[in-house]
């Protein structure tokens, strides 16, 4: 039983019980909720009536539910693989989406593509993508120009051929996405004047860098030569100068986490990221100090449920170190995962916050 409690407590029981009375089928596969009254386990969407919360009990599987003795529903099938009936309907209308990224697509079009109601429609494209169907062309969007202007030499040509009718649209929304202006992305960076300092960490040497805007890295190695280079090949093109005693708040703030407390004032980012990355790194800094989450739950979290490496990924390219929590999520096993700053800092860390609420 002590083994279960542990699950549980990965589990985040709260979230889990959300999901079942709202019968969120998006987290269907990522746990199972067993009625201590009944001895009977289901999948989070099963239709059957709500428990009392007092008798419920969550686990990551069929498999440990029922080594814990409780047997499989006979209406929801907790064993097989959900499947959302609508899958396929909404792939479509993304593919749809997709080839017409320079048209004004309406709900009303939409839903009747899909043969659905509108209503249902709208529900069934948030529940499986995450996202409505204007933020999904936003995204695409944004992709394809991103991918333009790599290629091209003038933004208003990847600009049109990435569907947008102005440039007024793009620039509004690009220093969210892009974290600069598209032509600065362009340029690699060019034009960009950044600070930076290193300090001596419980992690070893840790940097922090800023633009005006906000803090645009945080890293942690071995020696502050490494940490400098790395920060170069980030930003090969900006303006990059050492700033000793300017960024002294914010590297207290990065230190306090590191320690595993809880840093006051806000720490402002500068970060740049897709629309997907974005999402995924939102969803970190929900994530409460000495808690963890795994890899596939924060895709679920998200709404991209299949998207398990694609968050990972994410994690990985997170330029934030502690800043941005990567560190709080691990392997749907239990065991760490990787860390882009190492693994035995990514323990040092959770150990850390630990403490420090312990405390």
Known sequence: MKHNKVQIRRLNPERCWRAVQSHDARWDGAFVYAVRSTGIYCRPSCPSRRPRRRFTVFFFGPDAAERAGFRACLRCHPRGRAADPLASR???????????????????????????????????????????????????????????????????????????????????????????????????????????????????????????????????????????????????????????????????????????????????????????????????LSIPRGSTQSYAEVARAIGRPRAVRAVARACATNPAAVVIPCHRVLRSNGELGGYRWGRDRKSALLRAEMAAIAN
């Open 90 to 284: 909404i792939e479509q209308i993304c593919r749809f989406i997709e080839a017409r990224l320079d048209e004004k697509l309406t709900l009303p079009e939409l839903s009747a593509r899909a043969g659905l109601s509108l209503f249902r429609f709208l529900r069934a494209f948030q529940r499986i993508t995450g996202i409505t169907p204007r933020q999904y062309a936003a995204a695409c969007r944004l992709r394809a120009v991103k991918s333009g202007l790599r290629k091209e030499t003038n933004v208003t040509f990847a600009l049109y051929d990435a569907g947008y009718s102005s440039s007024s649209r793009l620039y509004e929304n690009a220093p969210a996405l892009l974290g600069m202006t598209p032509a600065t992305y362009q340029r690699g960076g060019a034009g960009m004047s950044i600070r930076y300092s290193t300090t001596a960490s419980p992690l070893g040497s840790l940097l922090v860098a800023a633009t005006p805007r906000g803090v645009c890295m945080v890293s942690l190695g071995d020696s502050e030569q490494s940490l400098e280079l790395a920060l170069k090949r980030e930003y090969p093109l900006a303006q990059i100068r050492r700033d000793s005693n300017g960024l002294q708040t914010w590297i207290r703030s990065v230190l306090a986490r590191v320690e595993g407390k809880t840093p006051s004032g806000h720490l402002p980012l500068d970060v740049q990221a897709t629309a997907f990355q974005h999402r995924v790194w939102q969803e970190l």
